[in-house]
T-cell receptor, first 115, second 113 residues
Framework: AQKITQTQPGMFVQEKEAVTLDCTYDTSDPSYGLFWYKQPSSGEMIFLIYQGSYDQQNATEGRYSLNFQKARKSANLVISASQLGDSAMYFCAMRGGDAGNMLTFGGGTRLMVKP | DVKVTQSSRYLVKRTGEKVFLECVQDMDHENMFWYRQDPGLGLRLIYFSYDVKMKEKGDIPEGYSVSREKKERFSLILESASTNQTSMYLC????????????FGSGTQLSVL
């Protein structure tokens, strides 16, 4: 069974600094996709960024980038220039791999941005 | 704008009641999902449907069933609600390919007393 691990239950970052949220995964299938979602206190799930296992370059979306290290099976999210509005839960998720079309989530990291 | 609508934002039920959670999407998506979210555990998949009348068990299907009679609607059923099913329930939908993201509803906070 595939597994997604987020080892940081909670993190603080100073406003305007960069922060890295860790995510490791485990699958024996070479074809999969990795997603990051943000969940603010309102509860909605907001899609941030996607990385395919065969993509040659690391994904970027505005202030979000994904540090994809396939051999190490890690897909860390980097947020540059943190803003107060970045305070939220962040979830790493994987689709494909051993679980087919299902999307499997990690336990999440709560990020708190300090002014 | 794409939309996944869950019928209730908050729901309070009694132990032993049959509970229906409804989810409707307007994007003609093939795939629909039901997750439950508990603090520290992230989102755990209950059931997944990839077509009308088709379903697959997720990680925690015990105590739940689902129904998908129409493409746009996916219902989660708690046959006999128990207190350990108190949780936030999230519905999602997506297109078929693996690189397609999931769109989520706003969630239903279910309390079973």
């Amino acid at each position: 069974a595939q597994k997604i691990t987020q080892t940081q239950p909670g993190m603080f970052v100073q406003e305007k600094e960069a922060v890295t949220l860790d995510c490791t995964y485990d699958t024996s299938d070479p074809s999969y996709g990795l997603f990051w979602y943000k969940q603010p206190s309102s509860g909605e799930m907001i899609f941030l960024i996607y990385q395919g296992s065969y993509d040659q370059q690391n994904a970027t979306e505005g202030r979000y980038s994904l540090n994809f290290q396939k051999a190490r099976k890690s897909a860390n999210l980097v947020i540059s220039a943190s803003q107060l509005g970045d305070s939220a839960m962040y979830f790493c998720a994987m689709r494909g791999g051993d679980a087919g079309n299902m999307l499997t989530f990690g336990g999440g990291t709560r990020l708190m941005v300090k002014p | 704008d794409v939309k996944v609508t869950q019928s209730s934002r908050y729901l309070v039920k009694r132990t032993g009641e049959k509970v229906f959670l409804e989810c409707v999407q307007d994007m003609d998506h093939e795939n629909m999902f039901w997750y439950r979210q508990d603090p520290g555990l992230g989102l755990r998949l209950i059931y997944f449907s990839y077509d009308v009348k088709m379903k697959e068990k997720g990680d925690i299907p015990e105590g739940y069933s689902v129904s998908r009679e129409k493409k746009e609607r996916f219902s989660l059923i708690l046959e006999s609600a128990s207190t350990n099913q108190t949780s936030m329930y999230l519905c999602a939908s997506s297109l078929g390919p693996l690189r397609e993201k999931l769109f989520f509803g706003s969630g239903t906070q279910l309390s079973v007393l």
